[in-house]
Nanobody
Framework: QVQLVESGGGLVQAGGSLRLSCAAS????????MGWFRQAPGKEREFVAA????????NYAESIKGRFSISRDDPKNTVYLQMSTLKPEDTAVYHC???????????????????WGQGTQVTVSS
């Protein structure tokens, strides 16, 4: 069992930055592919970014490519999402998720992720 807790959300003006953290307990994350998803009011949950368990390969949604960066610190059992040049349309609840262990599927598919955090709210004002 893996427990995930996100932090770092908040209110920021357009153009600003935030760094989200996802702390895990229960298992080491080193063999898990980790992802960030977001859900805005009235919209479906959408893929944001993922980082693989081996080699740390990263993948991003087109809408945030070049503005967001996902990273992991396995000794700290933590995954990060650095968000820059934020836009009002980035407003959503951001969820951390874990797929695996030794996952090798479609990283963008929410149904492939077994463990989820409760989420952290990000609000970008114009």
């Amino acid at each position: 069992q893996v427990q995930l807790v996100e932090s770092g959300g908040g209110l920021v003006q357009a153009g600003g930055s935030l760094r989200l953290s996802c702390a895990a307990s229960g298992r080491t994350l080193s063999t898990y592919t980790m992802g960030w998803f977001r859900q805005a009011p009235g919209k479906e949950r959408e893929f944001v970014a993922a980082i693989s368990w081996s080699l740390g390969r990263t993948n991003y949604a087109e809408s945030i490519k070049g503005r967001f960066s996902i990273s992991r610190d396995d000794p700290k059992n933590t995954v990060y999402l650095q968000m820059s040049t934020l836009k009002p349309e980035d407003t959503a609840v951001y969820h951390c998720a874990a797929a695996g262990p030794y996952y090798s599927g479609a990283y963008y598919r929410a149904s492939d992720y077994k463990y989820w955090g409760q989420g952290t709210q990000v609000t970008v004002s114009s």
